[in-house]
Every structure is written in C-alpha cells, then in structure tokens.
C-alpha cells in the first residue's frame, strides 16, 4: 500500500480551506437562526400572521395544532370535576376538528394538567404552561382560590384563562386576559336565596358550609344577603362550618335544627350535600335543601338517594333542556363517557367553543387579538346565550331546578 506524505499546504490549498470553512459557518448560523425561532419547524410554512405572533410569543406555526391547555383536579376528592371539564373539551375539538379544524386546517389538541385542586401545584402547573410557549389559552381551574393563584401568572404572560367554575367576586378582576365562564357567587347565593325565600316561603335560614376558602366565603355572602333582606322576615338562625369528606355532619344539623331552621342553605359540593341531606332527614324529615350548582350532579343523585328528593338549585344549564342543541349535546356525551354532562362539565365545554371562535374570529392565535375578540363575544351554547361584561363575568340568567322522583327537573313552585 502507498505512504501518503504529509505535504505544506499551498495557497490554492489556503484560499479553497478558507471558502469551505466559511460555507460551514455560514450553513451553522443559519440553522441556529431557524432553531431560535422555532426548532426544526419549518419557516417558509408559517403564515404571516402567524409569523408575527410567532415574534410576539404566541403559538405559531401554520398547520401545528392549536393547543388549549385543561388544568383541573385529575385525580383526589374533586376529580369528577377536572376529568367532566376534560372530557367536554375534547368534544368540543373533536368537533372543530371534524369540521377542518381552525384558522385554515389547523388541528385542535387538548393537553391535560392536574393541578390536584392545589393552589401549590396550580402555581407550578401554570409556570409551565408559559413555558410551553405554544398554548392558545387555559380552561381552569376549578376552585376559586386554586384559580386566583394561578391567574397572575397566565395574565403576566398575556395567556388567556377561562374558568368554567370560579366564582369568587375577585377572580376576574386580576386582568383582562381572565375570564369566567360561571356566575359571580353573590349572584348565584341570591338565586339561591330567592328559592328559599320567595319560591319556598321559607324564613329561619340555617347555613352548612364546608372549610374551604370556597365555603368560607360564600358562606359569608349569603349571611350578608340575608342581612340585606329584613323586609322580607328572613334571618340566619344558625350556621356551622363542616369538614369536606366526614361521615358525621349530625353534630351541626342538631345545632341547626334547635335554632328552628326550616331551610338549609348547603354551601358544599354533592359529596357533602348527599350524606348531610340522609342524616338531617332523619332528624327533620320536612327540611328544606338549597344548594349551589356545583353539587348538580349525577353522583349527587346516587349518593342521596331519596334523602335529595325536593332539593333545590339555581343553575344556568338543564340537561334535561327541550332545546334541540341541549339534546343532541347531552345524547352525545352519554355516548360517549356514559354520564349526564353537569353544569360545569357544559361550561367547561362552551368555554372551549368561545375561545375556539375567538381564535377564528381573530384570524391568529396572537394573544391579544383573541382576547379582544373573547371580550365582545355573543355565543349561543348548550348554557345559553353568552356575553361577558367589562371584567370578563359571564352574563347568564338561571334555571331553578329541583330533584323529583329521583331525577332533575324544572322546578314548579
């Protein structure tokens, strides 16, 4: 075999070395350049609309799907929540989707964060969501305070949240990127109480609250209401805070029924308001139950049993709707995942639908236009026509509800 011989380098050598070096940086800094702006997506491909929300930190990317984050309780006690506000928002992409998508053929894909119904993992969950950098916008959380953690972030990095669940005054009000897709509590607690009051002719009100930042503080708007209805002859005559989850409420149903109360105002969740309605007709078979509509549930009726028949509740979707769009929803949603859809299951579905056609209305999924486009929307879903005001607050009227024969029905007083 021949000895290769180690020659000095010419000129020509030099000159030829030095040009293919400079190709090679050249081809490096370009594919740098492409990586910085969005990894080995393809440029050429992003619309020009696209492309500048691309500059924005928006989503961007012609024909990558749109993302719409679900961030709930997945797993524990509130579960059945989280995995309702899932299940409805997969429909609605599943829906899009079969029509061609959005903004020109562009799938829609929901990703699923559990936040455990935690403020702590709420907060981390959020911080990743921003640092995804590709998510059109948040459907979550559920509880108020688990919320109002979390809105901060997503209104400091300009990603638009809608809750289908929080009902705190306060929520919204964090910024103009936060919206909700529930009625205020105040709004709802004085629903509540026309029930009670006027509907039921009820005066002595007892209130059972759960101790939650929840409970705590609709439990003290409905005492405030209350205060403000002395010409109607109502009072609070007794409340006791409960531990969410106990086997014993007996200890405060017998402090309620010896202060006279002939209604009961159950600030809790149906894993509350169920085993409260079995042992407080036990002492007080002809006690009236008005609840909120986070206990509307399926589970509530197999839980209570006949203890639940004649409870009340203001609610802002009926399954049980004669409106052709309700049925076909809630026909299909049974399909589906073999459970009737509850109030904030539909919320969380229509919410998905409003930010899916603000997204389409705006032509981009450039933040800020979406949010200008979410703020002036008029959206007939499955929970009625819907507006949001100046804050982001829902507009919606109600359904007064009750429980007959074991099953939901419009309430006839």
């Known amino acids: 075999m021949a000895a290769w011989k180690l020659r000095r380098p010419t000129q020509t050598m030099k000159t030829n ?9 050249s081809s490096a800094l370009t594919l740098s350049l492409l990586a910085g702006c969005g990894g080995n997506k393809l440029a050429e491909s992003a619309a020009p609309a696209e492309s500048a929300a691309a500059e924005s930190g928006a989503p961007a990317a012609s024909g990558a799907p749109i993302k719409i984050a ?19 928002a997969v429909m609605k992409a599943d829906e899009w989707n079969a029509k061609g998508g959005v903004l020109g053929g562009r799938q829609v894909e929901i990703v699923q964060y559990d936040d455990k119904n935690s403020s702590e993992e709420a907060a981390s969950i959020a911080q990743k969501i921003v640092s995804e950098g590709d998510i059109a916008g948040v459907i979550g959380h559920f509880a108020s305070g688990v919320c109002m953690t979390a809105a901060p972030v997503y209104q400091e990095n300009k990603i638009i949240e809608i809750s289908p669940s929080s009902s705190h005054p306060d929520y919204s009000g964090i910024g103009d990127y936060i919206f909700r897709n529930n009625t205020v509590i105040n709004v709802e607690a004085a629903a509540g109480l026309d029930i009670a009051v006027n509907d039921l002719g009820k005066k002595n009100i007892g209130i059972i609250s759960i101790k939650t930042d929840w409970g705590t503080n609709t439990a003290k708007i409905v005492n405030e ?16 805070e ?9 200890p405060a149903i017998a402090k309620l029924d010896a202060a006279g109360a002939d209604v009961v105002i159950c600030v809790s969740m149906y894993s509350t308001l169920a085993p409260v309605a079995k042992q407080y007709k036990q002492v007080n078979p002809d006690i009236a139950i008005v609840g909120f509509s986070n206990a509307y549930t399926q589970q509530l009726l197999e839980l209570g049993g006949d203890a639940v028949e004649g409870v009340c509740f203001p609610v802002i979707f009926y399954s049980g709707s004669d409106d ?72 919606k009227s109600f359904v007064k509800l009750t429980i007959k024969d074991g099953q939901f029905a419009e309430a006839n007083f």
């Not at 040009?19 to 940086?25: F, K, N, P, S, V």
């Not at 205060?227 to 609070?236: E, F, I, L, P, R």
């Not at 589906?336 to 639908?353: E, I």
């Open 17 to 25: 070395l030095k040009r293919a070096l400079g190709i090679i940086l």
């Open 225 to 240: 209401l209350v205060a403000g209805m002395a010409d109607t002859g109502a009072k609070v005559v007794a409340h006791e």
């Open 70 to 88: 679900v961030a709930a309780p997945m797993t524990g006690d509130n579960a059945e929540y989280g995995q309702g506000f899932y299940n409805a």
């Open 324 to 395: 052709p769009a309700v049925k076909t929803y809630v026909e299909t949603y049974k399909e589906k995942y073999g459970a009737q859809p509850s109030a904030l299951t539909s919320q969380a579905y229509d919410s998905v639908g409003m930010l899916l056609t603000a997204i389409e209305s705006a032509g981009t999924t450039d933040s800020a236009k979406v949010r200008d486009e979410l703020a002036k929307i008029d959206y007939p879903g499955v929970t009625g026509e819907t507006t949001f005001n100046d804050i982001g607050d829902v507009q």
């Open 242 to 250: 409960v531990m969410e989850g106990s086997d014993d409420y007996s």
